[in-house]
């Protein structure tokens, strides 16, 4: 597969990157209150300070806001559920109240503000927007050395945030009572006949949606166009199409569970007799999509799955495609993506990934570097670095 338009990179081996230790610490925990979840409690932001911003903490900073953003968007999201009622009423009311006070309607924005403080000027989609600008912002400011600025920004955009957060809606969503069904059991079942006795435990226990593993190991549970192989302990059966018909016949959801960047196992090599290191068969197909850790493996240290390289093109369509056949040719109720991430890290432990050759080619190609060269202690690129995966 071609990665971009410039000649080939010469990559060199992989050297693992130096780690000192660091010496600031991350952020607590949040807690369950809703509104902590808007203002982590564990970063301290002093406005006017200017001590330097560093680091772990610079990371923080933009980490933290990150998340923030994240968990408004799908508060809001969740919010707009059932509610569109309710908030042409509330507009009702916020017009009307803005009548009987006998302003210029576009006064009456300025003056619900100063009645209602929860009251804002600002839209959701105004402040998610806002709030994004000032993360892409962040780091420049701190390059900048522009700690008071950098620390202003941060502060007022979790203040927008916080202004936005929907306190008025009902929150409360259907309750999901849900079953992991894992590939073992399922391919155990044999039939359709025999997963039906599964589905009916199910249902006795109250279980309303069954996450059903439907790509393990980078094999497919059923006979798949896209994937590169079904999995060879299923035979004579379609165990996705008896799923959801077996769940849809007795009121409950089905949501396929599929495995996102993690394409092989140790464990599911023994079980179809096949070699330990055997990568799966998508990277056995494509060796080029798969990523390695600063060592140079495949498979990291005690981890025994091997992943695809997010950076590579390819692989990214691959995925897209192969879940594309999922829920189009089948009736699922949800798609469930497991190990939609890198394998475990401890840079600590001089343990790190994502080490792809699309990964290193296209960090190269934006600042000249191969990332296997790059110390931790070269803070700006190992930055850089974190950021790009």
């Known amino acids: 597969q071609t990665i971009s338009s410039n000649p080939p990179v010469q990559l060199s081996p992989l050297v693992p990157p130096s780690l000192p230790p660091s010496r600031e610490e991350v952020p ?84 619900m503000s100063q009645l209602n403080p929860q009251f804002s000027t600002h839209s959701p989609a105004q402040a998610i927007a806002q709030a994004k600008e000032i993360a892409k912002t962040l780091p420049q400011l701190i390059a900048q050395k522009d700690y008071t600025g950098a620390r202003q920004q941060w502060l007022k955009a979790q203040q927008l945030l916080r202004q936005q ?89 089905l949501h396929a569970w599929v495995w996102t960047f993690a394409v092989g196992n140790h464990r599911h090599n023994t079980l179809i007799n096949l070699p330990a290191d055997y990568p799966g068969p998508v990277i056995a197909a494509h060796p080029d999509w798969g990523s390695y850790d600063n060592r140079g493996s495949l498979f990291p240290p005690g981890q025994g799955k091997p992943f695809l390289d997010p950076a590579h093109p390819a692989a990214r369509q691959y995925l897209l495609s192969l879940f594309e056949e999922i829920v189009s040719r089948y009736q699922v109720d949800g798609l469930q993506l497991d190990y939609i991430r890198y394998p475990f890290q401890d840079p600590g432990a001089d343990r790190t990934y994502g080490y792809g050759m699309a990964a290193r080619q296209q960090f190269r190609e934006l600042t000249g570097v191969d990332p296997t060269t790059i110390k931790r202690s070269d803070r700006d690129l190992w930055q850089k670095w974190t950021d790009f995966r």
């Open 165 to 253: 957060y929907p306190v008025d809606r009902n929150l409360a969503q259907p309750e999901i009572r849900a079953m992991w069904l894992d590939r073992g059991t399922i391919v155990r079942a044999g039939s359709e006949k025999q997963l039906a006795k599964i589905f009916d435990r199910l249902a006795a226990a109250g279980i309303n949606t069954v996450f059903f593993e439907t790509v393990n190991a980078g094999y497919p549970i059923y006979p798949s166009q896209v994937a590169p192989q079904l999995n060879p302990l299923v035979k004579g059966w379609d165990p996705l199409a008896s799923g959801v018909k077996l769940a849809h016949d007795r009121g409950m959801e």
């Open 28 to 111: 607590s925990r949040l807690t369950d209150e809703p509104i902590e979840r808007i203002v982590p409690p564990g970063l301290k932001i002093a406005p006017n300070s200017k001590e330097p911003i560093v680091g772990v903490q610079a990371s923080a900073l933009k980490q933290e806001l990150d998340k923030l953003i994240g968990r408004f968007e799908s508060t809001q999201l969740a919010a707009r559920v059932g509610e569109k009622e309710k908030e042409m009423a509330r507009r009702g009311d916020e017009e009307r109240t803005v009548a009987a006070l006998n302003v210029p309607r576009e006064a009456g924005a300025a003056a």
